[in-house]
Structure formats: structure tokens, C-alpha cells
């Protein structure tokens, strides 16, 4: 990988290379504007409580905490109030395997069964690269989970994959918790430890993020949110995760606002990853038509504003989590709560309002409206319903080996406003648009498309 790919992926973290180590210092004080923003976003959702935080250039440089961390004792959200992150920890994930990939453990070809024994087959024959970028074609074990406080055993994983892969290795994308699920295996396989000590010394200890942790459902964590899910109106404490799921590598860990600055500067420099290895933690989802899902290992990759921009987002019962960075600003922001169910709260909103409440004009929500064109035309009418089936003769290859695609769940009418935003250039072919709609009541989203050069959709996030 030379030179201008790893800045690159520096770019896509919010930091820039030789950029200072953050330090514990107090954020400073949020404009009062942007305060009265996002106390309009959680007033009135349910969340019993959480947080936005937000780096800039490898500095603490945003907290809005709002509500109760826990109930009984009641304990307000702090900047070190630890939040189950979900889905955001496959990114720690796969920084540990890459670690095993640098260490010449083994390498991002290599079939998981050649260092993981005792797996069927089509576990087994499936290349690592496969594993780390959802292009496994593994169906997702959590389908079959309908009781979190069970642990999940290695007979219930091989089962939910017993009937095949959905597609051959590289053929798609598709997401799949059984892909780092079974990451985790490798992981304690290859370092004879296990996951969460892993991850504490091999990755946030070095780090010197000082609350960072794997989670523990059965041990007392100091600082550790509580859960809750929110039915209608009643609040009640959420179902209480089995604890080898609660720490599992498809998205078992702890962060607290003050984690978020040291994590985006170490993996700025060489603490954790060097050189080639942290490229590759960027490197794009290979696909065998040539193109390339914007996926590369536990992390969505876009542009915005013509520089890097990675977000992911993420659930377990009781929290929900969305992280951005945006490599043009150097801003890195999360959005957690510790209450899942009938909440509305907007926590792709809240990220959005606080990156510009802190450095404006830094994301895609400020950007204006481009021309519309025909390829804007014939998504109006596929997205007419709300989350309707495209229709197979717009979507190509990789969306039909996937299993399809749905509009997203908003409809578009002829009164609303559905437009353009701005385009890239796809990696290996094709192009992407990110889309915005405004609806009746002036509500604003946003969705990207991939579309191939005979104008076929091969993308929708």
C-alpha cells in the first residue's frame, strides 16, 4: 500500500499523521446554539439516557450527556459513563486480527479452518478476507437467537449456517454477525487468550483509552450503564445478555466518552497497526464483478466533501450506538444510548448536529441540493413506497446474489423533495450519490446508491 492510501485512511479517522495524544482534559463548553439543537433531538424520544461526544483532531472536544445512567442508584450520565457499543466493536475486532495478520500469524487469505479445527465445511473453506468484509455469504447466526440471556453455543452457529452460504465467497455483500462472531474464535485460537483480555491488553491498554473494556453481564463494571428498553410508555430494565454474548466479537465492548480521542489518534499512528496492515483496515469490500462495496473491515467507507468518511452503527438489547468520522473536518463523533425499543431518538441526527455544531460545514447535512437527473427520476419511483422491493431489472448482479435490496423506509411522494447531494468515484467501477429527502413535516434523511455505467443499482445504505 503506498504513501497516499495510508494517509488516506488516516484522513478517514478525522486525524492527520504526527497529530498529538489526547489527553483527559475537560471538553470544552458546547456553544449554546448547538446544545439547544440537540436537546430538541432527545426531548420527547423516551431515552432514559446517553450521550454525544466528539474528538477533533485527536482532542476531547464535545460531550452532551442527557438522563440517568442507572436508576436504582440513580447515577447521571458522565463523560465516563461506560455504553455497550453493539455493532461498533467489530471494528476493535478486526484492528485484533489485523494485529495477528502484522505478527505473520497467519494471513487475510488464509481459510479460517486452516487455524480454527473442528469446523464444517463451509465455515471452514471460508478465507478470512471474506470474514472481515460481510462478503462471506454466512447467514447470521443472531437470526436464530431469540433469547439473549442463552449463551450461544458452536453447535447453534454451525446450525444457522448448516443449510449453506447465501452466496459464494466475494460473489455480494451482505451483513452477518456470524462473520466476526467466528473472527473471535480465530482471535483466541491464534493469541491463546481469550477475547476480552485480549482486547484489554493488546488494544486498549495500549491505546490509553482509560475506561475501554470488553463487557461483562455478570461481573460489576464500574461506571457501566444499565439498559433499558422503552415499550409504549413503560421504561423497563432490558433483557439481560448471556455473558459470553455480551463480550462476543461481533460487538461485545465498553466505550465511554473519553475513549473516543485516544482510540481515533492511536489509530492514526503505529501503536496498533502499521503501515500495510492499517491500510488494509480500509481497504474496500472486493467484489467479483470488479466493483467494490464501500465496507472495509467493521466500518462503512464513503466520501463526504471529497474526503473519507466512515461511520458505523450498532445494537444489543438495552443500547444503540452510531459513530461517524469525517476525515475533511478531522472530526469523530458518537451518538449512544443506553434505551432500545419505542424510542425516537435520531442518533445519525444527533452525530450530524453536533460534527456541525463544532466544525461547520463538515458533513453531508450542510451540503446543498445538486440537479436532479434521470437516474434521480427512476429511484422516485422505485423508492415511491416505503420499504418496497426494487425491482429486479434495476438492480445488478451483486444486489441480486445478495438476496435483493428494499427501498429505504421512507416513501417519496411527488410533493417531497428527493435530490442529490454529491457524487464519488467507486473503487473498480461505478459511482455513488448520496441522496437527500425532506418529507411532509420537513423531516430530512439521506441514503447512498451505487449504480453501475447501464445505470443498475449495486448499492443502498
Given at each position: 500500500m503506498d504513501r497516499r492510501m495510508v494517509l488516506a485512511a488516516m484522513a478517514g479517522l478525522g486525524l492527520a499523521p504526527g497529530v498529538a495524544r489526547a489527553d483527559d482534559a475537560a471538553p470544552p463548553a458546547l456553544p449554546s446554539r448547538l446544545s439547544a439543537a440537540l436537546d430538541d433531538l432527545v426531548a420527547d424520544s423516551g431515552s432514559v439516557g446517553g450521550m454525544v461526544a466528539a474528538s477533533l483532531h485527536g482532542r476531547f472536544a464535545g460531550f452532551y450527556g442527557w438522563g440517568d445512567a442507572r436508576r436504582s442508584p440513580?447515577?447521571?450520565v458522565t463523560p465516563d459513563?461506560?455504553?455497550?457499543?453493539?455493532?461498533?466493536?467489530?471494528?476493535v475486532t478486526a484492528v485484533a486480527v489485523l494485529q495477528l495478520v502484522q505478527a505473520g500469524r497467519l494471513t487475510l487469505a488464509d481459510p479460517l479452518g486452516r487455524h480454527v479445527p473442528g469446523l464444517p465445511p463451509v465455515l471452514a473453506q471460508t478465507p478470512i478476507t471474506h470474514l472481515l468484509h460481510q462478503t462471506s455469504g454466512l447467514p447470521d447466526y443472531l437470526d436464530q437467537v431469540e433469547d439473549w440471556s442463552l449463551p450461544v453455543t458452536r453447535r447453534m452457529v454451525f446450525?444457522?449456517?448448516?443449510?449453506?452460504?447465501?452466496?459464494?465467497?466475494?460473489?455480494?455483500?451482505?451483513?452477518?454477525?456470524?462473520?466476526?462472531?467466528?473472527?473471535?474464535?480465530?482471535?483466541?485460537?491464534?493469541?491463546?487468550?481469550?477475547?476480552?483480555?485480549?482486547?484489554?491488553?493488546?488494544?486498549?491498554?495500549p491505546s490509553r483509552m482509560p475506561n475501554a473494556r470488553a463487557d461483562s453481564s455478570v461481573e460489576p463494571i464500574p461506571n457501566r450503564?444499565?439498559?433499558?428498553?422503552?415499550?409504549?410508555?413503560?421504561?423497563?430494565?432490558?433483557?439481560e445478555m448471556e455473558d459470553a454474548m455480551s463480550r462476543a466479537a461481533d460487538g461485545?465492548?465498553?466505550?465511554?466518552?473519553?475513549?473516543?480521542?485516544?482510540?481515533?489518534?492511536?489509530?492514526?499512528?503505529?501503536?496498533?497497526?502499521?503501515?500495510?496492515?492499517?491500510?488494509?483496515?480500509?481497504?474496500?469490500?472486493?467484489?467479483s464483478t470488479g466493483r467494490a462495496a464501500p465496507y472495509g473491515c467493521g466500518v462503512f467507507m464513503e466520501t463526504c466533501r471529497q474526503a473519507?468518511?466512515?461511520?458505523?452503527?450498532?445494537?444489543?438489547?438495552?443500547?444503540?450506538s452510531q459513530r461517524m468520522a469525517f476525515g475533511g473536518s478531522g472530526i469523530q463523533v458518537w451518538a449512544?444510548?443506553?434505551?432500545?425499543?419505542?424510542?425516537?431518538?435520531?442518533?445519525?441526527?444527533?452525530?450530524?448536529?453536533?460534527?456541525?455544531?463544532?466544525?461547520?460545514?463538515?458533513?453531508?447535512?450542510?451540503?446543498?441540493?445538486?440537479?436532479?437527473?434521470?437516474?434521480?427520476?427512476?429511484?422516485?419511483?422505485?423508492?415511491?413506497?416505503?420499504?418496497?422491493?426494487?425491482?429486479?431489472?434495476?438492480?445488478?448482479?451483486?444486489?441480486?446474489?445478495?438476496?435483493?435490496e428494499t427501498a429505504p423506509d421512507w416513501g417519496v411522494?411527488?410533493?417531497?423533495?428527493?435530490?442529490?447531494?454529491?457524487?464519488?468515484?467507486?473503487?473498480?467501477?461505478?459511482?455513488?450519490?448520496r441522496y437527500r429527502w425532506v418529507g411532509d413535516a420537513g423531516e430530512t434523511d439521506h441514503v447512498t446508491v451505487g449504480w453501475t455505467p447501464e445505470d443498475k443499482v449495486f448499492w443502498i445504505y
Open positions: 440513580k447515577r447521571p459513563t461506560l455504553f455497550h457499543v453493539g455493532s461498533n466493536g467489530k471494528f446450525d444457522a449456517v448448516a443449510e449453506g452460504r447465501d452466496f459464494e465467497p466475494g460473489e455480494a455483500w451482505a451483513y452477518s454477525n456470524t462473520n466476526y462472531f467466528v473472527l473471535g474464535w480465530l482471535i483466541e485460537r491464534l493469541s491463546g487468550m481469550s477475547y476480552a483480555d485480549y482486547v484489554s491488553a493488546r488494544i486498549f491498554r450503564a444499565q439498559g433499558f428498553t422503552l415499550d409504549g410508555d413503560r421504561v423497563s430494565k432490558a433483557e461485545g465492548v465498553l466505550f465511554s466518552a473519553r475513549d473516543i480521542a485516544p482510540w481515533a489518534v492511536v489509530l492514526a499512528d503505529d501503536g496498533l497497526l502499521a503501515g500495510v496492515a492499517r491500510g488494509q483496515l480500509f481497504s474496500p469490500a472486493r467484489l473519507a468518511y466512515h461511520h458505523h452503527s450498532g445494537s444489543v438489547p438495552g443500547f444503540e449512544v444510548t443506553n434505551t432500545d425499543g419505542d424510542t425516537d431518538l435520531p442518533l445519525d441526527k444527533l452525530c450530524l448536529a453536533m460534527a456541525e455544531g463544532l466544525a461547520p460545514n463538515s458533513t453531508y447535512a450542510s451540503l446543498p441540493l445538486l440537479p436532479t437527473d434521470a437516474r434521480t427520476a427512476i429511484l422516485r419511483r422505485a423508492f415511491g413506497r416505503a420499504e418496497a422491493d426494487l425491482p429486479r431489472t434495476l438492480m445488478a448482479p451483486e444486489l441480486i446474489a445478495s438476496g435483493g411522494r411527488g410533493d417531497h423533495v428527493f435530490a442529490p447531494v454529491e457524487h464519488w468515484q467507486g473503487t473498480g467501477g461505478g459511482t455513488f450519490t
